[in-house]
């Protein structure tokens, strides 16, 4: 894919009319062009091709994220493509497929779609670098398991950090985690109002790397709620999760997918660390923004 334009105000009023009204969504992009309006792939050597023909996607074409054979470690040296503009409160949602692995021995392959905002001044005054990010991500050694993260701080310097995070067995419909966090690794009890929902259904044979589902999140000032559309159209909601508000980002944001190589993000129970000696791919059949 090329960079496309900058987003021109007229051409995203346009979009805005007749997108839903109901949802008030933004523009979606279905990744069916030769060009996005809206994203760019940050440069890296990996590729990011559009209009890859995909059986299961809605409109038979999808954007495929490449992590080449024996990548570098870290998002830099993976592949990732991220919204021109930033954005803020509304409602994220991807169709995807993420990364599989199958095949290759326990290879660390991260795949990510999330808000990431480079501001990272300490506009909240609590002494550690905010980090405005609302995550979701896959261990592709692990593709039952889907892992939710919302940020305000991080310091690389220190490791502290501010996120609450939760962790679902999709395929088995168990909620492994909810956690508050200061530095990587604690687990702080939440609240009621952090918990809910505290059950969700199990989905038969869920493997995020080899099933197209619809991902996202409704971000507010108070409210991150993550779900998940199931095979029958349902709306699943994975977590609603209500305050403190100073757990919840507020800078602007640009929204990226992402697929990269981590040597230290173990799955749950087993270690995951090798380098991929394939290719790997991320498959994206359209990505709606607010
Ligand atoms: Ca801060
Ligand atoms: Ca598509």
């Known amino acids: 894919m090329r960079i496309g334009p900058p987003l021109a105000v007229a051409c995203s009023v346009v979009l805005l009319a007749t997108a839903s009204p109901a949802l008030a969504a933004g523009p979606r992009e279905n990744w069916a062009g030769a060009t996005s309006q809206y994203f760019q792939k940050v440069p890296s050597a990996n590729e990011f091709t559009t209009r890859v023909p995909s059986s299961g996607s809605d409109d038979g ?26 954005r803020q409160y509304g409602e994220y949602g991807t169709r995807m497929k993420a990364a599989n692995c199958a095949g290759q021995d326990r290879v660390g392959v991260i795949t990510g779609a999330f808000t990431y905002s480079g501001d990272h001044s300490d506009s909240n005054g609590n002494g550690v670098p905010d980090n405005g990010e609302i995550d979701i991500e896959w261990l592709c050694a692990q593709p039952e398991v889907i892992y939710l993260t919302v940020w305000t701080d991080y310091s690389d ?8 995070s939760r962790v679902i067995d999709l ?24 918990n809910a929902p505290t059950s969700v ?12 589902f619809e991902y996202g999140f409704n971000w507010t000032p108070s409210v991150v709620t993550y779900y998940l559309v199931n ?7 994975l977590w609603d999760y209500r305050g403190p508000a100073q757990r919840i980002p507020t800078k602007p944001a640009p929204f990226l997918q992402n697929v990269w190589h981590s040597n230290n ?25 607010p």
């Open 61 to 86: 074409f999808t954007g495929r994220l490449r992590l080449k054979a024996r990548p570098g470690v870290g998002p830099d040296a993976g592949i990732q493509i991220a919204t021109t503009a930033s």
């Open 231 to 237: 095979r029958g159209g349902q709306r699943v909601t």
């Open 201 to 212: 259904p199990a989905i038969s044979g869920y493997d995020s790397g080899t099933e197209f």
């Open 171 to 194: 395929r088995a419909g168990r909620i492994l985690s909810t956690c508050f966090s200061t530095y990587f690794g604690e687990c702080v009890p939440v609240s009621a109002a952090e």
């Open 157 to 164: 310097a220190t490791g502290s950090l501010r996120k609450v």
């Open 265 to 289: 993000w173990d799955p749950i129970g087993f270690e995951a660390r090798n380098q991929p000696t394939a290719d790997v791919d991320s498959f994206v059949d359209w990505t709606q923004l």
